[in-house]
């Protein structure tokens, strides 16, 4: 899949596609047929396949003190398009600039002129230009008079009818519901950061763990998840910490990973974790040792919940 990241045009080779249009924010099973109806329009008129995407999310813009509310910050959004058949993304910069066009000269500037659209597809509530007034029906209007096809597709639901939604996934993520976040995500959540080096007291307990900061990304319930963590391209048990370990000294929030079975040197490394099922709140103990029984009883829960969940 090629990125293009400027506003300039494409070259021949990717102008006159099919392209779906979105934040596509966690990339969840509606977002995924939405983009592969746009694959399948390009493919039924041997045309490129693409997305075009906004990076920041515009919430970041027009609400810059709001708490962090990625599901997928963007390394995991290109990894996860790219999975879906596509020839081509182009990520736009949402700044000002790009929010106080109108919805006209965003069909034209970009649509028509940058990307020379043959055919677009959006969702059902897609909303876009200045003051978010242009829709669906803008686009169909525009569409007729410059020559290119629009296909609005409308909510795509899971097998027990709930709607796949964002917003909604977000919801049972920020309650420790990752059970159910995942069944709506189509995959485990997951929280990708650098490991940074840490005081070292998981070590000094017998239970070492990898230290990531969560960014943008969301913050699930603080507490204790029986997990996966990828070493070496391989999903590894694991349990971990989310939280400011209120038993110790406090580092801010801060994501700690047990990776059972593993003495290897993860510091400086970026490390993907999915959080499989939640265990717990986060406690604060009376002393260090009550802390080891406890976090030993966690592996012992976190790896029957993953043996269960493996064989479900």
Not at 23 to 42: C, E, K, M, S, Y
Request: proline content about 5%.
């Amino acid at each position: 899949m090629e990125l293009f990241e400027n506003s300039e045009a494409l070259p021949s080779p990717f102008r006159g596609g099919a392209i779906a249009v979105g934040n596509f924010d966690g990339v969840h099973p509606g977002h995924a047929q939405l983009i592969r109806t746009a694959v399948d329009h390009a493919r039924a008129a041997s045309k490129p396949a693409g997305v075009l995407t906004f990076e920041p999310h515009p919430k970041a813009l027009f609400k810059p003190d709001a708490p962090p509310f990625r599901l997928t910050p963007w390394p995991a959004k290109r990894r996860l398009l790219a999975e879906l058949g596509l020839d081509f993304t182009v990520k736009l910069a949402f700044d000002r600039g790009l929010a106080s066009r109108t919805a006209e000269e965003f069909i034209d500037a970009t649509l028509v002129d940058q990307v020379g659209v043959s055919h677009v597809v959006v969702g059902y509530d897609f909303c876009f230009g200045r003051g978010r007034a242009g829709t669906g029906e803008t686009l169909i209007a525009a569409g007729a008079a410059k020559g290119f096809g629009v296909t609005r597709v409308a909510a795509v639901k899971g097998a027990d009818g709930e709607v796949y939604s964002s917003s909604r996934i977000r919801h049972l993520i920020a309650a420790g519901e990752v059970r159910d976040a995942a069944r709506l995500l189509g995959r485990p959540f997951e929280i990708e950061a650098t490991v940074e080096s840490g005081d070292r007291l998981g070590r000094k307990l017998g239970f070492p763990t990898a230290n990531l900061r969560l960014g943008e990304t969301l913050r699930p319930a603080f507490g204790i998840y029986a997990a996966q963590a990828m070493i070496d391209a391989r999903w590894r048990d694991s349990v971990v910490s989310l939280g400011i370990r209120p038993t110790v000294a406090d580092r801010g929030v801060l994501l700690e990973v047990h990776v059972f079975d593993f003495s290897g040197d993860l510091y400086g490394k970026s490390l993907r974790v999915r959080l499989i099922d939640y265990l717990r709140p986060e406690a604060r103990f009376p002393d260090l040792e009550s802390l080891r029984r406890q976090i030993a009883e966690d592996c012992r829960v976190a790896r029957a919940r993953l043996a269960l969940a493996a064989a479900s």
